[in-house]
């Protein structure tokens, strides 16, 4: 969601690291290795619950992450080896809700013995360093009162919807209201399995999405996973490394989209119109487009029968044709479908003037392949216990139990063409009614067009385009955070970058990333009382961002507030697991400050985690090593 950003922070680390490591004399590489032995693993069974302690003989380095299809808990610990007498068949005590599995892995980097964990969905898990031991709690997900009350004001995910356009793949994912609360974060593949992008929903029932759904592109498939009182989404990656992604919120849920550069689209998968812009998302109806595009997508298919040699009489030699039903033909195939949005697909697909009464409402599930919309149509009537009147170009659709009456002429020597100029008259005053101020109409123009010019890299033209919507459109924040980002990242304006953050603040005062955005933009500046106020506010987000949490250790290591810096990095590390920048920062921290212990510990577990480290950090914590040993 914030790549450019985030390389930023990643070439800030980079920089730091290569610094130091330039001023190191090269070492031995050879040092003897460490290894953890495993002396035992005891194991402690009660009602629904286990407990594994894996006792060894010195610190361990250890990762752990998590693998679906089905749930599993992988734990590594680097230089690991078991004792003989231990049974690796007879671990765990039998139970119906975990298996375990051990393996050995020596292809690359230090001896790995992997902890393979099988999970129920019914249970999750805790794991927890005690001195030189390990423990791994597997206890049943929590039924109690306060997971009840969540349950029933939690939203529910109701389906997600592929578009493949042009250059890029979106996925949205429909809810009852926008999705603005969500956590998100990527995972590097290891032994063959691919890289990987995944968001965390809490409290919301996800249990009407598929489980699995493969989509072909640069994304190879999408999994979806219960995790506590929410969903893990995780989005496999088709090709050698992580594809690129936006992640939007949209009234309709969640709006992800990957970039698709470079690889070969179907045509049958382009659409009529131009593919959606990040701004326009905001605005947008992606599910309506969806109808729409799987319509188009089928007329496309009957123009290409066509093609081949279907002539119009064997066309005419079908069911419908002899029924009367003579319409366009539509396909689509969408769960728990708004009524308005499909007789707005209707109305796109037809070209007729569509009234709905005010009354009708409610959803149904859509699944149709090649059939005439007014079939359709009143299947839909038949079903929602609905009426409908056509005349003049013109369908009114009512409840069955009330009455409707077309407008009577003025006057009996009135013609036919006045009544039309009537329908049409009151159509067009309708139709105003719902159009948006002119105003957000030109903003969205101008968001388009601001688009534009950034993916054509004129960040210069795009932020004018940008800051003329947001005159037009004052209220919307997402506007003005996008110029925020844009100055401070790319074209390197921070006092312009503080103040579009503070315009976002005053709209949003829960916007964590423009306060990051103004703490960034501050301290560039030397400002720093508002910078610290601004990182403060910047990870009061539940949970706080990683970005924010990373920015804000790094201001504060800068600033001489080591101890400050660590407890930021210790809650990076609780809420999202230590990556190679938050340990060499830590061990850093501790060098400095004089904690050798700590330092050696923090190079130790960094040097075993199993984490691809570039040759100059080798040497570097190789060198800080032998320093702390001496």
């Known amino acids: 969601m914030h790549k450019k950003l985030s390389t930023y922070y990643l070439a800030i680390f980079c920089s730091l690291i290569l610094l130091l490591a330039s001023n190191v004399q090269a070492t031995d590489e050879s040092d003897e290795k460490m290894m953890y032995t495993i002396q035992d693993i005891e194991t402690?069974?009660?009602?629904?619950?286990?407990?594994?302690?894996i006792?060894?003989?010195?610190?361990?380095?250890?990762?752990?992450?998590?693998?679906?299809?089905?749930?599993?808990?992988?734990?590594?610990?680097?230089?690991?080896?078991?004792?003989?007498?231990?049974?690796?068949?007879?671990?765990?005590?039998?139970?119906?809700?975990?298996?375990?599995?051990?393996?050995?892995?020596?292809?690359?980097g230090p001896e790995i013995t992997r902890f393979e964990i099988t999970l129920a969905e019914s249970h999750t898990y805790k794991v927890d360093r005690l001195e030189n031991n390990l423990s791994v709690r597997l206890f049943p997900q929590k039924q109690n009162s306060t997971v009840a009350v969540a349950s029933k004001t939690a939203f529910s995910l109701h389906d997600l919807v592929v578009r493949k356009i042009d250059n890029q793949t979106e996925i949205l994912f429909r809810?009852?209201?926008?999705?603005?609360?969500?956590?998100?974060?990527?995972?590097?593949?290891?032994?063959?399995?691919?890289?990987?992008?995944?968001?965390?929903?809490?409290?919301?029932?996800?249990?009407?999405?598929?489980?699995?759904?493969?989509?072909?592109?640069?994304?190879d498939k999408i999994r979806v996973a219960t995790r506590g009182t929410g969903v893990r989404i995780v989005f496999d990656s088709g090709q050698d490394g992580l594809f690129s992604y936006d992640i939007q919120t949209v009234p309709q849920g969640l709006m992800v989209t990957i970039d698709e550069k470079g690889i070969q689209v179907p045509k049958d998968a382009k659409m009529a119109n131009e593919s959606i812009s990040t701004a326009e998302a905001i605005v947008s109806d992606p599910t309506l487009d969806a109808l729409i595009d799987s319509s188009e997508a089928a007329l496309s298919d009957q123009a290409k029968a066509a093609a081949e040699g279907v002539t119009a009489i064997e066309a005419m030699q079908d069911s419908f044709e002899f029924s009367g039903y003579k319409a366009t033909r539509i396909s689509v195939d969408f769960y728990k479908i708004d009524l308005h949005n499909v007789f707005r697909l209707f109305r796109q697909i037809s070209d007729i003037n569509l009234i709905v009464d005010e009354s009708v409402n409610g959803s149904l599930t859509l699944a149709l392949n090649d059939v005439p919309w007014d079939f359709a149509l009143d299947i839909i009537l038949n079903l929602k216990d609905l009426k409908k009147e056509e005349r003049h170009n013109t369908i009114v659709i009512y409840p069955a139990n009330q009455e409707f009456a077309w407008p009577e002429r003025a006057n009996d020597n009135l013609s036919f063409e006045a009544d039309v100029e009537v329908i049409e008259q009151e159509a067009l005053v309708i139709q105003q009614a719902t159009n948006q101020p002119a105003e957000i109409m030109q903003a969205k123009e101008l968001l388009r067009r601001a688009k534009i010019e950034e993916s054509n890299d004129d960040i210069e033209d795009a932020a004018v385009f940008y800051e003329k919507a947001f005159k037009l459109w004052p209220e919307n924040a997402k506007i003005s955070n996008r110029l925020a980002a844009l100055y401070l990242v790319n074209l390197r304006l921070n006092a312009k970058a503080v103040y579009f953050a503070k315009e976002t603040l005053k709209i949003d005062t829960n916007n964590y990333q423009a306060a990051l955005y103004a703490a960034i933009a501050s301290a560039n500046m030397d400002q720093i009382p508002e910078a610290m106020e601004y990182f403060s506010q910047s990870i009061n987000g539940d949970p706080p961002m990683q970005e924010a949490l990373i920015s804000y250790a790094a201001f504060s290591e800068n600033?001489?507030?080591?101890?400050?810096?660590?407890?930021?990095?210790?809650?990076?590390?609780?809420?999202?697991?230590?990556?190679?920048?938050t340990m060499i920062s830590r061990a850093r921290i501790y060098d400095a400050i004089g904690q050798s212990e700590k330092a050696t510990e923090q190079y130790k577990t960094l040097l075993y985690s199993g984490y691809q480290l570039t040759p100059g950090l080798k040497k570097y914590i190789h060198s800080r090593l032998t320093v702390d040993a001496n």
């Open 44 to 53: 402690d069974m009660q009602d629904n619950s286990l407990v594994m302690v």
């Open 55 to 108: 006792k060894g003989d010195s610190a361990p380095a250890y990762t752990m992450y998590e693998l679906f299809s089905p749930a599993r808990l992988v734990l590594d610990i680097a230089e690991a080896r078991l004792a003989e007498a231990i049974d690796a068949e007879k671990i765990l005590p039998v139970n119906d809700f975990s298996a375990l599995k051990i393996t050995t892995l020596k292809e690359n």
């Open 175 to 219: 809810a009852d209201k926008p999705i603005e609360s969500f956590r998100q974060d990527t995972v590097t593949g290891r032994d063959g399995l691919p890289d990987s992008m995944f968001i965390d929903i809490n409290n919301v029932d996800g249990s009407e999405l598929v489980r699995e759904k493969v989509i072909g592109t640069s994304l």
């Open 559 to 581: 600033k001489g507030q080591p101890e400050a810096a660590l407890k930021l990095l210790n809650r990076y590390s609780d809420v999202y697991s230590d990556t190679v920048n």
